[in-house]
T-cell receptor, first 112, second 114 residues
Framework: GQNIDQPTEMTATEGAIVQINCTYQ??????LFWYQQHAGEAPTFLSY????GLEEKGRFSSFLSRSKGYSYLLLKELQMKDSASYLC?????????????FGDGTTLTVKP | DAGVTQSPTHLIKTRGQQVTLRCSPISGHKSVSWYQQVLGQGPQFIFQYYEKEERGRGNFPDRFSARQFPNYSSELNVNALLLGDSALYLC?????????????FGPGTRLTVT
C-alpha cells in the first residue's frame, strides 16, 4: 500500500517563500504530483516529478528524492491567492497505474 | 477545449436511495478515474476506467459501481446510500492508462445524504 504524510497547516507572509514537505511510503511508484485546491473547488495540477531532482514552473518548484521517499513544493513570491490546500499524490504502478494516492493536504494561509 | 465536466453539481439524497453521477472527460482522453473526497481529507481513489474497461478499484464496497461508454464518458453509481457517503465526488481524466500522465479534475459533484 501507500502512505503519504504532509503537514496539516502552514502560515506564511505575502512575498515570502514557503516549502511544503511530503513524505511517502509506497509499494510502487510512478510519479509524484502536486495539486492546489481552493475551498469548495476541484484540485488543479501544479507540478510533478518522476525522476530525482528539481522541476521548476514559474513561481512553483517541486523536488523529489525517491531513495528518501521525500518531496517538497516550493512556492516563491507568495500572493494572497496562494492561500489554499496543497495536495501531494503518488501515482501507482502496473495494476495501480491509474490510481493516485493523496495525502490529506496542507492548508496554507498567506497573510499580508 | 472544454475541460472535464461533471453533473450534477450538487445532489441531496436520503439514506437507502441510489445515485448516478456523470463525467465527460477532456476530448481525446480515454482514461477516467473517480475519487471521493470527504471534508478535510485528500481524495480517495474509487475506480479507473480505460477503453471502457475497469483497470483499477480502490477499497470501496460493492455498493459503488461504474462504467465507461464508447464516447469515454463515465457514470458512477452508488446504491443503498449511507450518511458516510456524503462527500465531493471527483472525476479525473488523462490521456493514458499507465505512466505519469497528468490527471485533470472536473469540478466535482457535492453529494449530501440525509
Amino acid at each position: 500500500g501507500q502512505n503519504i504524510d504532509q503537514p496539516t497547516e502552514m502560515t506564511a507572509t505575502e512575498g515570502a517563500i514557503v516549502q511544503i514537505n511530503c513524505t511517502y511510503q509506497t509499494s510502487g511508484f510512478n510519479g509524484l504530483f502536486w495539486y492546489q485546491q481552493h475551498a469548495g473547488e476541484a484540485p488543479t495540477f501544479l507540478s510533478y516529478n518522476v525522476l530525482d531532482g528539481l522541476e521548476e514552473k514559474g513561481r512553483f518548484s517541486s523536488f523529489l528524492s525517491r531513495s528518501k521517499g521525500y518531496s517538497y513544493l516550493l512556492l516563491k513570491e507568495l500572493q494572497m491567492k496562494d492561500s489554499a490546500s496543497y495536495l501531494c499524490a503518488v501515482r501507482g504502478y502496473n495494476t495501480n497505474a491509474g490510481k493516485s494516492t493523496f495525502g490529506d493536504g496542507t492548508t496554507l494561509t498567506v497573510k499580508p | 477545449d472544454a475541460g472535464v465536466t461533471q453533473s450534477p453539481t450538487h445532489l441531496i439524497k436520503t439514506r437507502g436511495q441510489q445515485v448516478t453521477l456523470r463525467c465527460s472527460p477532456i476530448s481525446g482522453h480515454k482514461s477516467v478515474s473517480w475519487y471521493q473526497q470527504v471534508l478535510g481529507q485528500g481524495p480517495q481513489f474509487i475506480f479507473q476506467y480505460y477503453e471502457k474497461e475497469e483497470r483499477g478499484r480502490g477499497n470501496f464496497p460493492d455498493r459503488f459501481s461504474a462504467r465507461q461508454f464508447p464516447n469515454y464518458s463515465s457514470e458512477l453509481n452508488v446504491n443503498a446510500l449511507l450518511l458516510g457517503d456524503s462527500a465531493l465526488y471527483l472525476c479525473a481524466s488523462s490521456s493514458g492508462r499507465q505512466g505519469p500522465y497528468e490527471q485533470y479534475f472536473g469540478p466535482g459533484t457535492r453529494l449530501t445524504v440525509t
